[in-house]
């Protein structure tokens, strides 16, 4: 029929077969315990739903109206007792070490019941993975065994991470904008650490977090050049928390400003730092820290996918109950065959959402992020090793070994067409979820008319809550130039992009 | 058109753009705060002083006796700056429009004589609803002295300021609907907290429960349906303009803001996709304003399709205002996502506005089956 070389020529052309049927490509090699954890997960996600979120979101939402300076403490405590926080934090570092593939399924799950509980939950390991990735397995294991003993003490220890500027907001995720942007965050080196002043915005659950990572950069005339990664403590001198946004949605979780003011941070605080990871790579400065992003990023896009079309199938469910029950024009509206075809549409948006991250998942655990947690021996050395054995081996990680062997795998040995591949998986998953989820608000309150207009029929809520999934993690657009430049670009050489605003004339 | 009625026009077009720069814009985001904060009292008061709550109503009912395109205007300038105060002179005006063509003129003219003040001159409607989708409405009872309604009315527009109630009820052993007032301060007439609802804050509705409440039938039993389509195909043309007006709000904040942003070193407006963007809301801002304009000169001048045009423009005008606020919250990125600008109670506000007048996918159908019923 065809001979093996031409087969592979074939499928090497763009879009290369590998790169787009990823699932099919890597299903062989998914260990199957992923399968019942998975499951597992998300049945305890519909528990805590049931006994938690159900039954009191609508008041708390009402509660952050009538005080605009609520803040999440009674459900954060909640949400600890109940393990999440350690959930996905691996056994390694003393978590529960779930497959992290499966924090994008139980995150719908509660997403459904709400989209800012879920991220109450969720953005925590926007802060854990910015750690995980940073190549500092120090500093790793000293924030993340907190987060460990603060959970067994019912006092969570969050983390949160830094990013957004009050100027820049896609400018600091694109090293080629971030010289033409307007960054304000600087770190002087000092003996002993960094003194960082300036000002980040819209950090969710900033004010509940005792860590926050962020980035700074030494040189505000080269910052692409010159971007490092920190941590601070929350309480450290000179740095404080400002006002948290008064927002359409997500309500119950606090979108903080925060401010350095000389804050001293001592090296052992120093979360990634080009200069020193010099000594174990050849990479510049500048494409070290892109990859900080981009193994960050494609992981989290994908969380915020799982976020949307949790809320998109909330509105389903929603729309779906209240069809069923009502009366109009004579005659029950899911008996309506207009009301049907619009319940199918939201039935295919929840479905294709959920195959978005499941591929952007995919892409990060063959060829991402994950790679190192999912292949079947680690996976199962991993999920079965007594604890008594990670904790002998712990203090490994503490060793400049680890971050050798980190910066081999993901720097060094990690093609760049894995992660164009992550990159462009996640934020095609992000973007088209977040519109599916607000295309289902849409439909919903559509079908439900004056009903779904009001909070205490909750659909009204799950609109608000969505809007902003189409806008953190990256816009959508921005995040569609993204998919162009990873997925697209690179097979076309003339390919450039964020070249409109750069003096050379394409 | 006449000139001396273009003259007319203009000056409601300057009046209530003034009193939306003066009185709206400043205190935008503190209205929206209700019910957790204080209704603007003030402002309804003001609204009313200078005739926008009886801009259609005849001035020996002590309206300004403008029609349509008096209203379209005043209503667009209004939404530009803060839809509440739009949706409360568009209920109001349907629950007036309606009772004029019930017949119920002379009990209009009775109860607007003298009131003390606007919450006097208001008439509650459930003004999201068409009753004739509605599977629920209240019972009413004839006595000996006249009529009784018993039963629940939801989502009651302006239940919770106004004096009087107009409630779509069901007269028992007909099919249909009948039309009645009643007062507000009716003891047997018990009103829920204001609704918290998506959009529209200061605009607020409540529920109802009637037992016993006494009733005054407005035109004839089991009539209500023609009086209330007939003014609903008057009021699309105002919904329209309400949902153009928050349209035009939406993309002329986003257009500033993308001139002042900056990001990649230069002003966003300049990136060709946030271009596009704003291209793509400037052409249905546009397309939508021509739609509200040409319902109304049909329904002026008593062209024979002005009803067909003002439902279409409404249809059109509201699902576009929809979409386009979606994207006059992106261009902001975070910003557009906080209560500080505007543009989030304006995406609110587009949504809530599409429900007027019943559902809109059942709107959609009656559409069709008007443009069949002529073919």
């Not at chain 1, 403490?73 to 959930?87: E, L, P, R, V």
């Not at chain 1, 978590?95 to 719908?108: A, C, F, H, M, Q």
């Not at chain 1, 040189?219 to 001198?237: E, H, N, Q």
């Not at chain 1, 993901?410 to 519109?435: E, H, I, N």
Request: contains cysteine; charged residues 25%; aromatic residues 8%.
């Amino acid at each position: 029929m065809i001979t093996g070389s031409e087969m592979k020529a074939l499928l090497n052309r763009f879009p290369k077969f590998e790169d787009s049927c990823i699932g099919l490509e890597y299903a062989p090699r998914l260990p199957k315990g992923i399968v019942g954890e998975t499951k597992e997960l998300i049945a305890y996600a519909r528990k805590f739903n049931d006994e938690v979120i159900r039954p009191r979101v609508l008041v708390l939402d009402r509660e952050t109206f009538e005080d605009p300076g609520y803040l999440p403490h009674d459900i954060m405590k909640t949400a600890s007792d109940w393990g999440f926080y350690t959930m996905w934090v691996p056994r390694l570092f003393g978590g529960r070490g779930k497959n992290l593939p499966s924090l994008t399924y139980t995150i719908e799950e509660i997403s459904a019941a709400c989209a800012g509980i879920a991220n109450v939950i969720g953005v925590h390991f926007l802060g854990v993975t910015s750690l995980m990735t940073s190549f500092n397995m120090k500093l790793t294991a000293k924030i993340l065994k907190e987060t460990v003993e603060g959970e067994k003490k019912g006092e969570p220890c969050l983390i949160s991470f830094g990013l957004t500027e009050p100027m820049a907001g896609t400018d600091v995720e694109e090293m080629d904008l971030v010289d033409r942007g307007k960054v304000v965050t600087h770190a002087k080196r000092v003996d002993g650490g960094y003194l960082v002043n300036g000002r980040k915005v819209f950090i969710s659950m900033g004010h509940m977090s005792e860590w926050t990572a962020f980035y700074a950069y030494t040189d505000m005339k080269k910052p692409s050049k010159s971007m490092i990664g920190l941590a601070v403590r929350k309480g450290t001198k000179g740095f404080s928390l400002g006002r948290h946004e008064d927002k359409m949605g997500q309500r119950v979780c606090p979108a903080s400003e925060i401010i350095f003011e000389d804050c001293f941070i001592p090296d052992e605080d120093v979360m990634i730092d080009s200069y020193s990871m010099k000594k174990f790579t050849k990479k510049s400065a500048d494409a070290i820290m892109m990859r900080h992003i981009d193994y960050l990023a494609s992981a989290t896009k994908a969380g915020v996918c799982a976020i949307s079309v949790g809320v998109a199938r909330g509105a389903l469910e929603d729309a779906i109950k209240y069809a069923s029950e009502t009366t109009v024009a004579g005659r029950l509206l899911i008996n309506h065959e207009w009301a049907q075809c619009i319940l199918a549409e939201m039935y295919k948006n929840v479905i294709l959402g959920r195959l978005a991250y499941t591929e952007a998942n995919n892409a990060n655990a063959h060829r991402g992020t994950y790679e190192m947690l999912q292949v079947k021996p680690a996976y199962y050395y991993l999920k079965y090793m007594p604890d008594a054995y990670f904790r002998m081996i712990a203090p490994m990680l503490e060793k400049p070994f680890s971050t050798w062997a980190m910066s081999k795998m993901y720097l060094d040995r990690k093609p760049d067409k894995d992660v164009f591949l992550t990159s462009g998986m996640s934020s095609l998953a992000k973007f088209a979820g977040s519109d599916f989820g607000i295309r289902n608000c849409q439909l919903a309150l559509e079908i439900m008319g004056q009903e779904g207009l009001r909070h205490d029929r909750g659909m009204e809520k799950r609109l608000r809550d969505c809007k902003v999934l189409q806008i953190y993690e990256g816009s959508n657009q921005m995040n569609r130039v993204a998919l162009f430049k990873n997925l697209i670009a690179p097979s076309y050489p003339q390919a450039r992009v964020w070249g409109e605003s750069a003096r050379e004339v394409l | 058109m006449t000139s001396p009625l273009r003259d007319e026009l203009k000056a409601f077009e300057t009046l209530a753009e003034n009193f939306a720069l003066k009185e709206l814009s400043p205190r935008r985001e503190e209205s929206d705060r209700y019910p957790f904060g204080p209704f603007p009292d003030d402002i309804l008061e003001k609204a009313y002083e200078v005739g926008f709550l009886g801009i259609t109503l005849p001035e020996e009912l002590g309206g300004i006796g403008q029609g349509i395109s008096a209203l379209c205007n005043v209503l667009e300038r209004i939404c530009r700056a803060d839809a509440s105060l739009g949706a409360v002179i568009f209920t109001n005006t349907l629950s007036q429009e309606i009772i004029m063509r019930a017949g119920g003129s002379d009990i209009l003219g009775r109860i607007l004589s003298s009131p003390a003040d606007a919450k006097g001159f208001l008439i509650a409607f459930p003004s999201y609803s068409n009753p004739a989708e509605h599977s629920g409405l209240p019972a009413a009872k004839k006595g000996a002295n006249g009529y009784a309604l018993s039963g629940k009315v939801d989502y009651a527009v302006l239940g919770n300021l106004a004096s009087h109630a107009l409630v779509p009820a069901r007269t028992s052993g007909l099919d249909g609907y009948s039309l009645f007032l009643i007062s507000l301060n009716d003891p047997r007439v018990r009103k829920s907290e204001p609704v918290f609802s998506l959009g529209v804050h200061a605009c607020p509705a409540c529920d109802l429960v009637l037992s016993n409440a006494e009733a005054t039938l407005i035109g004839g039993e089991d009539r209500g349906k023609d009086p209330y389509e007939d003014a609903s195909d008057f009021m699309n043309a105002a919904a329209a303009a309400m949902s153009l007006g928050v349209m035009r709000g939406s993309f002329d904040y986003a257009l500033a803001y993308c001139n002042e942003r900056e990001q990649g070193g230069w002003p966003i407006v300049n990136w060709s996709e946030i271009k596009m963007i704003l291209s793509s809301m400037a052409v249905q801002v546009e397309v939508a304003g021509m739609a509200v304009s040409e319902a109304c000169c049909a329904i002026e001048n008593k062209v024979s399709n002005g009803k067909t045009l003002a439902r279409a423009a409404a249809l059109f005008v509201q699902d576009a205002a929809c979409l386009l606020t979606t994207d006059g919250i992106q261009v902001l990125g975070g910003y557009g996502y906080m209560k500080d600008y505007g543009q989030e109670k304006r995406f609110r506000d587009a949504k809530q506005l599409q429900a007027l007048l019943g559902l809109s996918p059942l709107r959609k159908l009656r559409f069709m089956d008007q443009i069949n019923a002529k073919a």
